[in-house]
Antibody
Framework: QVQLVESGGGVVQPGGSLRLSCAAS????????IHWVRQAPGKGLEWVAF????????YYAVSVEGRFTLSRDSPKNTLYLQMLSLSAEDTAVYYC???????????WGQGTLVTVSS | QSALTQPASVSGSPGQSITISCTGT?????????LSWYQQHPGKAPKLIIY???NRPSGVSNRFSASKSGITASLTISGLQAEDEADYYC???????????FGTGTKVTVL
């Protein structure tokens, strides 16, 4: 069945960088688009980025445009979110979710926590 | 692009019905039927419970129903149960560059 597993979160200093991974199983990345959604502690959900299933287009929220970059490794069936120039406002649990057989955000990973703190 | 507006909290007794609203604009909720609802228990990932305004994924209880009118969508939980206590979020596709917008979230408490 469709499964997403995020990893790569941790504690990073302000101004630092981090790369998150979203490993997919049960499907091939070329089948479904992938979203990243984040949730700051005690806050709501915020859409972050999206890559089409064919990788042809990438979209980013205004709050991360120019700092976050999507990429993927097809042989590893894994999507990456490279995050640069991190600030406290980027502290959140980051989820990846599919644009899958039903709709956007139909399958979610368990999330990975990113904490930006000195 | 602002988040869709939801009430901060809604409560009800077991067996009752409650309704959560989700208000957007003519650029999101009012324009598209890509309107979904999610249930999130503490410490867990969100779970899709309604998509395309009023469709339930396989395995989701038929106690969950939804609708949309104009710029406002609604989620109704019938026969409220203790396990329904969770946070609920709506989302909509938007014509703005941000692609998708989520609601502010509603905490449902079962009294």
């Amino acid at each position: 069945q469709v499964q997403l597993v995020e990893s790569g979160g941790g504690v990073v200093q302000p101004g630092g960088s981090l790369r998150l991974s979203c490993a997919a199983s049960g499907f091939i990345l070329s089948q479904y688009g992938i979203h990243w959604v984040r949730q700051a502690p005690g806050k709501g959900l915020e859409w972050v980025a999206f890559i089409r299933n064919d990788g042809s287009k990438k979209y980013y929220a205004v709050s991360v445009e120019g700092r976050f970059t999507l990429s993927r490794d097809s042989p590893k069936n894994t999507l990456y979110l490279q995050m640069l120039s991190l600030s406290a406002e980027d502290t959140a649990v980051y989820y990846c979710a599919t644009r899958g057989p039903l709709t956007d955000f139909d399958y979610w990973g368990q999330g990975t926590l990113v904490t930006v703190s000195s | 692009q602002s988040a869709l507006t939801q009430p901060a909290s809604v409560s009800g007794s077991p067996g009752q019905s409650i309704t959560i609203s989700c208000t957007g604009t003519s650029s999101d909720v009012g324009e598209y039927n890509y309107l979904s609802w999610y249930q999130q228990h503490p410490g867990k990932a969100p779970k899709l419970i309604i998509y395309d305004v009023d469709n339930r994924p396989s395995g989701v209880s038929n106690r969950f129903s939804a609708s949309k009118s104009g710029i406002t969508a609604s989620l109704t939980i019938s026969g409220l149960q203790a396990e329904d206590e969770a946070d609920y979020y709506c989302s909509s596709y938007t014509s703005s560059s941000i692609l998708y917008v989520f609601g502010t979230g509603t905490k449902v408490t079962v009294l």
